[in-house]
């Protein structure tokens, strides 16, 4: 049978249209999408006010959040671009952070703050025993705490593991290696962590990084070469959360806005 040339060629055009479909489908995440203003930045985050405050008693608003977090916006290009990780990755994982920072966290540190100084009172004066019983009645030994809410020890992404994986590995040349076993060690990272935004900032980079790492050696870091599940993977394994939780689900369209809002700086 005698092929219609029409149609022929009406099939071609339909295919090289399905083939641009399916190729915009597969396209890099939202890469270009328009550069978001510092208010569009916030109109799209004040959309949330209200909806993820599961805990009890939130301490900061949506805007309160983006107004501490854009004030730290130095220390998020210095360690983004010194150990080379997408700096919305890093804000994205901050911000949630300060959006779920409730009295309870307050009251955690409360209670870790006099745990550390009265083990090293107990132990300036000889009185560990006398410590070691009241100890479990009265106090705690590790909170989440500072703008990233980063454990010292007791958290799967604890910060003397990171810290200790970044100096050893060479990623963080002279970096200080800490010992859990030491209160002291504990009692001065706890302490920066809790009061230097500076250095949770720098800490949660490296856990993102250690952890990408991790999982793939080879992993590269520029935000346009990364996937959509190699990015929400990243959160994922911050949270010990897995692709679809809410935690992932919320801080990937976060990143997406974030990474709008920062490719207006450039
Ligand atoms: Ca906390």
Known sequence: MR???VSTRAFGVLLAVLMLLSAAFVAPRAQTAKPLTKTELYAAFLQYEGLFIYDAAPLYTVRHSLDLLLAYEESFDRYAQLYQVPKSLVEVSVLRELFY????????????????ETALLSEKRGTQEAFAQIEPLFFKQDASTGVAQIFVTTAYNNAIDVLNWAAETGVRPGGRVYDAANVQDRYDLWFALKDDPDFSIEVMTLIHLRNALLADPTQGFRAEDLSEDEIKWIFARFNTGTLDSDHTVDCYAYFLLFEQYNASEI
């Open 101 to 116: 920072y409730n009295l309870l966290d307050w009251g955690a540190d409360i209670f870790v703050s006099a745990y550390y």
């Open 3 to 5: 092929k219609n040339p």
